[in-house]
DNA sequence: ATAATAAGTGTAAAATTAACACTTATTATT
DNA sequence: AATAATAAGTGTTAATTTTACACTTATTAT
């Protein structure tokens, strides 16, 4: 999880999700790209909304309503900014610090959001690389299970749905042996839930 | 669906969903509770957030970000005032007339939450009256996924979740040798979900 | 008394999921 | 160059779940 040390007061120097206000003439998406750019020189991300935070105590300084959004950044992304500068950094979300305001609720609500949607919508691509090994995409569902997946029946399992492709390419950093790489295709996976069929693991 | 014909202009007299402003000192859940009570006379009402509409031009009056929320009201409840007014009518949800702004994408949205929630989610049983039979809540789901489920296997499936308790009450209304009614047991629902067993119909 | 209707029940076949052990490709060590 | 170590990759069988399907029962209307 990407953190931000707040540049102003107050909370001047805590770590904090970061924001902005919604500017009159855009829409609420249109601003969530912008701070997005702007942190992380990433456009074309996965965002989904997370919730509205409306407690009227919630910022000592003023009333503000924050609309939650979230987004889901691939580590290897080609033109992710250097984001580890002493303004921010990324965090293993089981050791976060503590954050101002709401935002640890927040950060609590965007994994739990996180975990419900990858059983049954395939969120998990938007995270992994481009390409893939199966057990990788293994590892990331065994950690949102918080349980681990027989090897086997995991492979047997997403293969069934064709929506990977196998590559000719083979990821050699994990294992002696390697393992191929695999790419997720969207229009499979249309194509599975247009015919009914319910993508869940 | 209840729908409200507008009282002030703009868009007076058009059919519109209920909205308000939500107050400086009041949080927007609070929002939310003020406005149903003050449409329905009910407190104490199942509500769900649905989205954030925040285009700019959306509102061709002034700029406003509306915080979508939709609330689930069983028709049989006994405090529901009289709702079949001038001013608002229920609605079926596949017969609804033209609404004002993007109010008509907004249930178009919550239709469609409502159904991908309905399946994971036991959101069904604040629909139902509080004692319904197992044939209704059949129709339910099947209303739902939009195809008609063996009454024999749904049977099966619901029960054996033991979620339910029978009562000894027979519904006669609906047929001529009657169906027993059945209530949801929330607590029993929460222990199944502790054990790791996902709701799933 | 009989017909009509929808509720209620049980069983067998098919499909899916879970359990489990050996082989293979590669790198590191000797 | 041979051997050990490691994680990837594969196939089969048992257990469980889901699907398909037909008759009996309680009640009301005729």
Chains 1, 2 share one sequence.
């Not at 206000?21 to 855009?26: I, L, M, N, R």
């Amino acid at each position: 999880m990407l953190l931000f040390k707040r540049r102003i007061e107050p909370f001047k120097g805590q770590w904090s999700l970061i924001g902005s206000f919604v500017q009159p003439q855009e829409s609420t998406e249109a601003a969530v790209r912008r701070v997005l750019a702007e942190s992380t020189g990433l456009t074309d991300i996965f965002t989904d909304e997370l919730g509205i935070y409306g407690a009227p105590g919630r910022d000592p300084g003023a009333r503000v309503i924050s609309l939650g959004y979230y987004a889901l950044i691939r580590i290897d992304s080609e033109n992710l900014r250097d984001t580890a500068t002493h303004d921010a950094r990324w965090f293993d979300t089981k050791d976060l610090p503590e954050l101002i305001l709401d935002h640890n609720q927040m950060v609590a609500d965007a994994l739990n959001k996180l975990r419900r949607r990858a059983r049954y919508r395939p969120v998990g691509f938007e995270l992994l690389p481009e390409k893939f090994t199966l057990p990788q995409l293994r590892r990331f569902y065994e950690s949102i299970y918080g349980r681990s997946l027989d090897r086997r029946n995991f492979r047997k399992k997403i293969l069934s749905m064709s929506i990977l492709e196998k590559t000719e390419e083979k990821d050699m950093s994990e294992s002696r042996k390697g393992a191929f790489l695999y790419r997720f295709i969207k229009e499979k996976y249309d194509a599975m839930t247009e015919r009914g069929i319910n993508f869940e693991i």
